[in-house]
């Protein structure tokens, strides 16, 4: 059975990269997105796993114990963004399957399909969201957190910047066949606008850490 009908947190690793690697539609670029995001976010956890209780870090202990809250959510919203684009491109196939025998069957069918691209734009366009966010928790635990293993701060921003670039990517395909321009051209301003931010975060956090 596809990974696409089944509960993903529950889907080894090997299963994932098995499936990611045959010739099936999803999943494809716009989930291992979401796993890089996921993975940043676990990262994020972890730090505060490995400064919460530690009299060493007595001042961070407020600020390691809200990001962790809010690191561990976005694992499971990232996770569960795996699984929404792996659905996402559903509708746009069911739209290209209906019928274009006449013409209003043709403008149906045309305003379906605008329609499924739209949607299929929408779960990569979360999944950057988060990942943003994810960066900014990194960004925020800088100095305030366990010194042995402030690293993968660093390597958090790594994954979510990565999640960014590829999510974007998928973005920018499903607006090729988009005729609104001006959806695509507020589109293509966001895409360009957490791009933008996403290299001054991890900037930031690279000159925080001397890396």
């Known amino acids: 059975m596809s990974i696409v009908h089944e509960n993903i947190p529950d889907v080894t690793?090997?299963?994932?990269?098995?499936?990611?690697?045959?010739?099936?539609?999803?999943?494809?670029?716009?989930?291992?997105?979401?796993?890089?995001?996921?993975?940043?976010?676990?990262?994020?956890?972890?730090?505060?796993?490995?400064?919460?209780?530690?009299?060493?870090?007595?001042?961070?202990?407020?600020?390691?114990?809200?990001?962790?809250?809010?690191?561990?959510?976005?694992?499971?919203?990232?996770?569960?963004?795996?699984?929404?684009?792996?659905?996402?491109?559903?509708?746009?196939?069911?739209?290209?399957?209906?019928?274009?025998n006449t013409e209003e069957e043709k403008a149906l069918r045309s305003e379906r399909l605008q329609e499924a691209y739209k949607s299929a734009a929408s779960a990569p366009i979360e999944t950057s969201e988060k990942c943003l966010e994810v960066m900014k928790l990194a960004y925020s635990l800088t100095g305030k957190s366990n010194k042995t293993a402030e690293c993968d701060l660093l390597a958090a921003a790594l994954n979510a910047n990565s999640g960014i670039a590829l999510a974007i990517v998928n973005v920018k395909v499903n607006l090729l066949y988009i005729k609104d321009s001006e959806y695509v051209g507020k589109t293509c301003y966001w895409a360009d606008r957490i791009t933008r931010e996403a290299s001054e975060i991890l900037k930031n956090i690279r000159e925080a850490m001397k890396a």
């Open 13 to 100: 690793i090997g299963k994932f990269l098995q499936e990611l690697g045959s010739s099936a539609p999803a999943p494809g670029g716009g989930s291992t997105a979401a796993l890089s995001g996921a993975m940043g976010a676990a990262l994020v956890s972890m730090l505060c796993n490995l400064t919460i209780g530690r009299e060493k870090y007595a001042d961070y202990q407020e600020i390691n114990a809200e990001t962790k809250k809010r690191s561990d959510e976005l694992i499971h919203e990232l996770t569960e963004c795996i699984t929404k684009d792996m659905t996402s491109y559903d509708s746009v196939m069911a739209a290209l399957k209906l019928p274009k």
